[in-house]
């Protein structure tokens, strides 16, 4: 239960936060921003209190270090691959245009008579 509660904390100090850069409208820009800054700041901090955040920011570590075993292609890779891509769709582009044109032929010239 106490989790909830500092859970709500958090959204309604983000809200606050969001809600000064508004209220603060005469105000520089700065200042509505910093407002902005301060809310996301506090909400995080009370959130990092919770068990669900301590469990997020744990994830969010093992995502990090999973991300630095992926092994990313070269730029030659890349290229080849997009090669491909673009290939395949113009082929299939051109397969869907002959199919299209092929039906309507057929459709429109010789079932329906109608000549255009």
Known sequence: MADKLKFTLALLLLVSGVAGFYYLGEQP??????AVLAGIGAGVAVAWFTVPGR??????REAIVETEKVVWPTRRETIQVTGIVFS???????????TDKSLEWVLYDLILGWKK
């Open 55 to 60: 469990r997020f920011v744990g994830f969010s």
């Open 29 to 34: 820009m700065i200042v509505r921003v910093l």
């Open 88 to 98: 395949f769709v113009l082929v299939m582009a051109v397969v869907l245009w002959t």
